[in-house]
């Protein structure tokens, strides 16, 4: 469950966000929030002020999920009292922890922020390469219960906050909505991909497929292994801009390829860039590479003009010059004789 001070009297702490959650002791003031649904703001109390009356509104612990690599995050105000009086690291600090897998079932946890009033911590590439942002407001100490305001969104103030593992992708931060584009840089035209796999003690359990999800073909697939421990390598040449794919590694006795029956392990490089590495799972593992999305292989159509109806032409009255008769010189008259 976790690690536990050797002192038998004299120390008291307790549990991290995430096995709080996993336990369900307070799960009336905890909460699971996905930032890429919507964002949320709200307020804290330390597990050591839970039920406190007329603060049971407040969370204990928050959990933020949805994430691309399937991490969740946990945060809660960890409040140096009482029976969690000699907590050691982010005392009287909200503390961020990360778990995989099921948020109930025991898994491993890791700390990976302390904050303090008016500090973010910023987890890049949480979905579709869009950050989310875990911000501390405020920590009230001068109310009792002591209480911390925080505010969880998705958003972005820079272009390093916006990253995907596609390195023919050009990243960029639109300040004005907060949120990352990317856009093809066209510069892994006629470079290699290439898939490695390292089989195991036991080579023919593992399979593969790589299919492109935008065009639904399955591009290289691979089955039948027969050498352990041995590198196996499969290429194919980009054209133009990458796609996206999907890549699926089974294995038959569902134990992965590492590392309990040897180092196995599958790679993903484009060009000299490694975007994909792993080995270590149960009967099967899928990971998404490539393009963030199909619309980045559609060039921008060209604009559309609306059809220009010409106004109509009115003529400026004709006024006819004046007619000048020419004189009429009448001719003479010649009279006949008198007889």
């Known amino acids: 469950m976790g690690w536990s001070n050797a002192v038998d009297e004299g120390h008291f702490s307790c549990y991290n966000n995430a096995k709080n959650f996993q336990l369900g002791w307070y799960r009336d003031q905890s909460i699971s929030i996905e930032p890429h649904v919507g964002s949320w703001q709200g307020e804290l109390v330390g597990m050591v002020d839970y039920g ?35 907590t050691g690291k982010g005392r009287n600090q909200v503390t961020i922890q990360t778990k995989s897998g099921d948020p ?48 969880v969104f998705m958003g972005c103030e820079s272009d390093s906050q916006c990253y995907d593992s596609n390195p023919c992708s050009v990243p960029t931060c639109n300040v004005d909505t907060g949120f990352c584009s990317f856009v093809d840089s066209g510069n892994c035209a006629g470079k290699e991909l290439a898939f490695e796999l390292k089989t195991d003690d036991y080579p023919r359990e593992t399979s593969w497929t790589l299919t492109d999800v935008c065009t639904g073909e399955q591009v290289k697939k691979g089955s039948g292994y027969t050498q352990q421990n041995t590198l196996y390598k499969e290429t194919l040449l980009i054209e133009g801009k990458i796609s996206r794919y999907r890549l699926t590694v089974v294995d038959a006795s569902k134990d992965g390829i590492c590392c309990a029956y040897g180092p196995g392990f599958y790679r993903v490089t484009v060009g000299d860039t490694e975007v994909l590495k792993g080995g270590s799972f149960a009967d099967s593992e899928t990971k998404y590479f490539g393009a963030l999305s199909c619309d980045m292989l559609t060039p921008n159509p060209p604009p559309t003009l609306a059809p220009v109806t010409p106004s109509p032409i009115t003529a400026a009255p004709v006024t006819p010059a004046p007619t000048t008769l020419a004189p009429v010189t009448p001719a003479p008259s010649t009279l006949a004789p008198v007889t």
Do not use: C
């Not at 949480?126 to 219960?145: L, T």
């Open 52 to 86: 406190l009356e007329g603060h049971k509104d407040k969370q204990i612990v928050v959990r933020v999920h949805g994430s691309t690599d399937g991490i969740d995050y946990y945060f809660g105000f960890n409040r140096a009292k009482g029976m969690h009086a000699s």
């Open 104 to 151: 109930y079932k025991p898994g491993e946890s890791s700390l990976v922020a302390k904050l303090s009033s008016d500090e973010t911590y910023t987890i890049i590439n949480f979905k579709d390469g869009q950050p989310v942002n875990i911000q501390v407001n405020s920590i009230n100490q001068q109310s009792e219960p002591w209480i911390a305001t925080a505010t």
